[in-house]
């Protein structure tokens, strides 16, 4: 009988093994033309943005991806092609985002600069970028005798060059607006390199709509000086990112409180204003001992709600010095900036202690 149908079983296998030679041909081919999306997960760290007078970051970031971080999350999921069953593993990206932030105290309060003034940074080294021969004298008037030292570019691509040979600056006062390579071009090439981290790059230039200080914020100009330059300004960003530890000059109290400001703020109502130095005096005379105390021991929570009472109790008997350190230092414990709270208290007895004499000696006379 098998005899009978050996032609036809024969056959039969023999379409069994057509179909699945066929099948697997045909699963092959398909596998080569048509890969499986599969899910790959690519971890993105995207920097931190700032800019409150502090300073800011700015992105050095790959140009293809750059536009997309933007709107990314921490974390974002890609499709990437992968063959039928091959394993993806997961694999974190990291586009570096060199930080060239460097850390700015706050400014004491203190009276008008003068030349001299810049003698406290002797020492320090700033290179100018600017194409303008009679601002570059300027410059070099005003700093002349403080022993500061100044290297002067001409241009953004001189600036470059001079990076290349020396990178001990403190800070690059840079112009926007420069011939052959601008302040713009020069400063991103600057914020690129991380060699030149350290290096403060501060946009001088007579610009000063909003529009165009963010074009320099975002070109990674930390700080802004105003064409004409006010010295102020300059001797306040010096001081803020030179790290010197010397106080600024004894102008910020010599003149401890604003009589006249406190009575208008009182109505002109003289009894009710000497009731409230009064009760200064009994509340607030011994608070310099007290901050001191908090922050030895960091209860920072107490020391910040006891300089809020000064500030503003400050603010109301006229006593714009102590008002503006109270400030300062409040400022500085919420940066964990210990060296410049510190520093502070010491500059907030002074003023306390001459604010006290002389609210003494108004109630004497009054």
């Known amino acids: 009988m098998f005899e009978e149908y050996s032609s036809e079983i024969i056959a039969f296998v023999a379409i069994i093994i057509l179909f699945a030679i066929y099948e697997i041909i045909k699963f092959k081919n398909a596998s080569e033309t048509k890969k499986k999306k599969t899910l790959k997960k690519v971890s993105i760290l995207i920097p931190d943005e700032y800019d409150d007078n502090n300073g800011a970051f700015h992105d050095v970031i790959h140009n293809e991806v750059k536009e997309k971080l933007k709107k990314q999350r921490e974390t974002e999921e890609f499709l990437v092609e992968t063959e039928p069953g091959q394993e993806v593993e997961e694999e974190t990206t990291e586009y570096s985002t060199t930080s060239h932030f460097i850390e700015r105290r706050s400014v004491p309060p203190h009276g008008k600069i003068t030349k001299d003034d810049f003698k406290e940074f002797s020492g320090q080294r700033i290179l100018i970028a600017e194409d303008n ?210 520093e502070l208290i010491t500059l907030y007895k002074k003023q306390l202690d001459n604010l006290i004499s002389d609210i003494k000696n108004y109630l004497k006379n009054h």
């Open 133 to 342: 021969i009679i601002n570059q004298k300027v410059m070099k008037g005003l700093l002349a005798d403080s022993g500061i030292e100044i290297v002067i570019a001409n241009d953004g691509q001189e600036a470059l060059n001079i990076l290349e040979e020396d990178i001990n600056f403190l800070m690059i006062l840079m112009d926007a607006h420069m011939p052959k390579v601008d302040g713009f071009e020069a400063t991103r090439t600057i914020r690129q390199n991380p060699k030149y981290d350290k290096i403060l790059v501060v946009a001088l230039s007579g610009d000063i709509a909003t529009d165009d200080i963010k074009k320099m914020k975002e070109a990674g100009m930390s700080e802004h000086l105003e064409k004409p330059l006010k010295i102020d300004k300059f001797y306040d960003i010096l001081y803020a990112y030179s790290g010197k530890s010397s106080a600024v000059n004894d102008t910020s109290i010599t003149e401890p409180f604003d009589t006249t400001a406190g009575l208008e703020i009182c109505g002109g109502d003289r009894d009710f204003y000497g009731e409230i130095l009064n009760e200064f005096l009994s509340m607030y005379q011994n608070s310099a001992h007290e901050l001191s105390g908090f922050l030895h021991t960091e209860s920072f929570k107490e020391a910040d709600k006891l300089l809020l009472d000064i500030i503003g109790v400050s603010a109301n008997i006229g006593a714009k010095p102590l008002n503006q350190t109270a400030s300062s230092i409040k400022t500085a414990i919420l940066n964990k900036n210990k060296e410049e709270y510190s």
